[in-house]
């Protein structure tokens, strides 16, 4: 069975204190990995997909890598506004209308 | 563009009531979601839809039902609710064809059953 777990639950950051939140995933096949931000009240927003061991995203602050058993994402000099939660997913090869969700991390950026 | 919108916001139930929970996405996507939210666990699907007419279920979708009877909505349905089906559901939309990570997620209604 897919199952994808995510570490710490929560994590309390300084304005610009950088730090990496863990994405550990099993799948059978994998056709791709994914990266969701939901702000408190809203649904998840898509950040990235990685496909592949090795492969890097980037966007602003945030930088995803990947490996055969988990994923990261980095976060740099993060803002206040980068506060909200942070969401993992998988989807297996042949399943086309369903991923597998990681209870996500909370962050928080003091100012 | 309004998006996916869902309604109500937040809803109160008794045990054993029912209720439809309303989205509507005006992109004209084929494809249609439903998930729910519950604290310390990831979402989770209950129904799909790839186009008016057609649907299928998802992980849980025991006491859900649904049906697509135009492009643009798709309604939940719980028949008779339970304590167990509190929690927070997203509806989301994408094209047909289009990779599962593009939908896109409407804000959510939050379900309490008593």
């Known amino acids: 069975e897919d199952q994808v777990t995510q570490s710490p639950e929560a994590l309390r950051l300084q304005e610009g204190e950088s730090s990496s939140l863990n994405c550990s995933y099993t799948v059978s096949g994998l056709r791709g990995l994914f990266w969701y931000r939901q702000d408190p009240g809203k649904g998840p927003e898509f950040l990235f997909t990685l496909y592949s061991a090795g492969e890097e995203k980037e966007k602003e602050r945030l930088k995803a890598t990947l490996t055969k058993k988990e994923s990261f994402l980095h976060i740099t000099a993060p803002k206040p506004e980068d506060s909200a939660t942070y969401l993992c997913?998988?989807?297996?090869?042949?399943?086309?209308?369903?991923?597998?969700f990681g209870a996500g991390t909370r962050l928080t950026v003091k100012p | 563009n309004a998006g996916v919108t869902q309604t109500p916001k937040f809803q109160v139930l008794k045990t054993g009531q029912s209720m439809t929970l309303q989205c509507a996405q005006d992109?004209?996507?084929?494809?249609m979601s439903w998930y729910r939210q519950d604290p310390g666990m990831g979402l989770r699907l209950i129904h799909y839809s790839v186009g008016a007419g057609i649907t299928d279920q998802g992980e849980v979708p025991n006491g859900y039902n649904v049906s697509r009877s135009t492009t643009e909505d798709f309604p939940l349905r719980l028949l008779s609710a339970a304590p167990s089906q509190t929690s927070v559901y997203f509806c989301?939309?994408?094209?047909?064809?289009?990779?599962?990570?593009?939908?896109?997620f409407g804000p959510g209604t939050r379900l309490l059953v008593l």
């Open positions: 992109m004209n996507h084929e494809y």
């Open positions: 997913a998988v989807q297996a090869l042949g399943n086309n209308n369903d991923m597998r």
């Open positions: 989301a939309s994408r094209e047909g064809g289009g990779p599962v990570e593009t939908q896109y």
